[in-house]
């Protein structure tokens, strides 16, 4: 039985409103996370480490809704929809700390899994007729993720480590993580 039209468009509303708070809690642990910080803080981050890929989990789903609703999802959104809800549920698993060894390393690539994910939905979706604003946004979003990644000195797998690049970019993934969620919330369905 196929969900009704109006509970797949709260479920797409809900969806832009974990991407906002998913924006929102990744840009104040960055801001949070330094050495030396008092132990409420610290625990404030911990708990803000296992609302971000849940959040970000949230937001997929909502975006995933939406090309339903407005056009057929393709195999380039249903690949993304799976990575990207695996890497979300891998860095939940991480920040709550279930991975145990010798598979606790493997958390540590959550965003690129989650990233992957976000870039071929944004991708998808900009292809589709009223979905190119959304799914540029998206597209955009993920880029500054992986720019921000990649040049991060904490990650495994950086390519560039820098300090002053993947501050700014993370920055910039934050408030595009913010407005795709905002235009996912304030996008009508088409009739």
Not at 57 to 84: D, F, K, P
Not at 137 to 164: C, N
Request: aromatic share 8%; glycine share 12%.
């Amino acid at each position: 039985m196929r969900p009704s039209s109006r509970t797949m468009s709260t479920r797409v509303r809900l969806g832009g409103t974990a991407a906002v708070l998913a924006g929102l809690c990744y840009g104040a642990a960055g801001y949070l996370d330094r050495p030396g910080i008092p132990e409420y803080t610290s625990v404030l981050v911990s708990v803000l480490s296992v609302a971000i890929p849940a959040l970000f989990l949230g937001g997929l789903m909502g975006l995933h809704t939406r090309l339903v609703l407005v056009a057929q999802t393709s195999l380039a959104s249903g690949a993304g929809l799976v990575l990207g809800c695996f890497g979300s549920a891998l860095g939940i698993f991480g920040a709550l700390g279930l991975a145990r060894y010798p598979y606790s390393h493997i958390t540590q690539w959550w965003w690129v899994l989650m990233l992957a994910g976000l870039a071929l939905m944004g991708l998808s979706s900009s292809l589709k007729a009223g979905l190119r604003i959304l799914g540029a946004v998206v597209a955009i979003s993920s880029a500054l993720g992986w720019v921000s990644l990649l040049t991060d000195p904490a990650f495994p797998g950086v390519l560039v480590p820098m300090r002053s690049v993947p501050v700014a970019s993370a920055a910039a993934f934050c408030l595009s993580a913010v407005v795709w969620g905002s235009v996912l919330m304030m996008l009508h369905e088409n009739r």
